[in-house]
């Protein structure tokens, strides 16, 4: 059987003598592996449509479960991306976090759409890769059912006055009942993990705050992420590694 599939790359590895296995989000069929044969061969005709990061669309012959590239083209390369190290890395992150998140048999078409977003941030944008970074986190705790709460102090109930947030709980507590040892968080932090929690996707990079709460967010996220994914991402040290 014959489909027609839009999806990006998130994923490649070597396979045999000259093609490529790919792990590709689409919009209709989750996460699909993908064989691109001869794709490693110069004389390709789609080189450019299987490279990672790549989102494209793909004809492609299914059988039993099991899918091959007929034709490939590409949609959007995030032209700006390869050439720097430090967006490469981030990419290559958002990539594997997507790749976890994503589950073969459930298809959410949210997570495609913050993966293209995401990309199209750092590619084509003068947004700060620390706030993409952190709104990416938290996007895709709440997508893969990781949602934090936000509206009142776990302890005690009360609806204000926020000093620190429990990352393994994923809830805040009031200045009252803050044993101390938590991350700090500020009104602004708050207010930026609400907005990222409530805003629709196309939307969600379009806030203010400033340098120092940016900073406790970024902090928060990143550990967030970590502990309720239960995985120390390889691409997240190394990008951490640039700075
Ligand atoms: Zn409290």
Do not use: W
């Amino acid at each position: 059987m014959q489909i027609v599939e839009r999806g990006l790359i998130l994923r490649e590895t070597p396979y045999k003598e000259a093609d490529i296995m790919l792990s590709v989000l689409t919009e209709c069929n989750g996460k699909i592996s993908v064989l691109a044969r001869g794709a490693r061969r110069k004389s390709s005709k789609f080189s450019a449509a299987v490279q990672l990061l790549a989102y494209s669309e793909f004809t492609l012959y299914e059988s039993a479960g099991r899918y091959t590239i007929n034709e490939a083209e590409p949609i959007e390369l995030f032209y700006g991306i390869r050439e720097d190290i430090v967006k490469l890395s981030l990419a290559s992150y958002f990539a594997e976090v997507l790749e976890q998140a994503a589950d073969e048999d459930c298809i959410d078409p949210e997570l495609l759409r913050l993966g293209l977003n995401s990309l199209y941030a750092i590619a084509k944008t003068e947004i700060a890769h620390e706030k993409i970074k952190a709104v990416f986190e938290l996007k895709i705790a709440q997508l893969a059912g990781y949602a934090p709460n936000l509206f009142s102090c776990v302890s005690c109930g009360e609806g204000d006055a926020f000093s620190s947030f429990d990352i393994r709980n994923g809830s805040l507590l009031c200045s009252k009942c803050d044993p101390g040892y938590h991350p700090k968080v500020d009104a602004s932090v708050v207010d930026a993990m609400r907005y990222i929690l409530g805003e629709d996707i196309k939307k969600i990079f379009s806030f203010s705050i400033n340098d120092a709460s940016m900073k406790l967010l970024s902090k928060l996220t990143d550990e967030y992420l970590r502990v309720h994914f239960d995985r120390n991402f390889k691409t997240n040290t190394f990008y951490k590694t640039l700075f």
